[in-house]
C-alpha cells in the first residue's frame, strides 16, 4: 500500500502539464443562419464562426444534414456513408 500512494502522485503529476492542452470548451448555442436558395431551406450552424454542418430542407422531400467530412469545406450526407457495405446472403441453414 505504500509504494502504491507515491506512484500515483506521479502519475498525477506526470498528466498535470498535459491539461493545459485541452481544447476549449463549447458554450452556448450555435449560430444558425437561414436563408432560401431557390426551392429549398439551408440552414447552416456555427460555433465560434467554425461551420460544421448545413441542414438542408427541400420543398418536396425529407430535410438531411450535410456535415464536415474532413479540416477542409468537404462535407458529406450524414445518412449515406462513404463505404457501402454489401449486405448479400451466400449461405444459409
Avoid at 500500500?1 to 450555435?30: D, H, N, T, W
Avoid at 454542418?53 to 430535410?63: D, E, F, L, S
Avoid at 438531411?64 to 462513404?82: M, T
Amino acid at each position: 500500500m505504500r509504494a502504491i500512494k507515491p506512484l500515483m502522485l506521479a502519475g498525477l503529476l506526470a498528466l498535470a502539464p498535459l491539461s493545459g492542452f485541452a481544447q476549449e470548451s463549447v458554450e452556448g448555442e450555435p449560430d444558425v443562419t437561414i436563408r432560401q436558395e431557390g426551392d429549398r431551406t439551408v440552414e447552416e450552424y456555427r460555433v465560434n464562426g467554425f461551420l460544421y454542418a448545413v441542414k438542408i430542407t427541400p420543398k418536396v422531400g425529407k430535410p438531411y444534414f450535410l456535415v464536415r467530412a474532413d479540416g477542409d469545406s468537404n462535407f458529406i450526407r450524414a445518412d449515406k456513408p462513404d463505404m457501402l457495405i454489401p449486405a448479400w446472403e451466400i449461405f444459409s441453414w
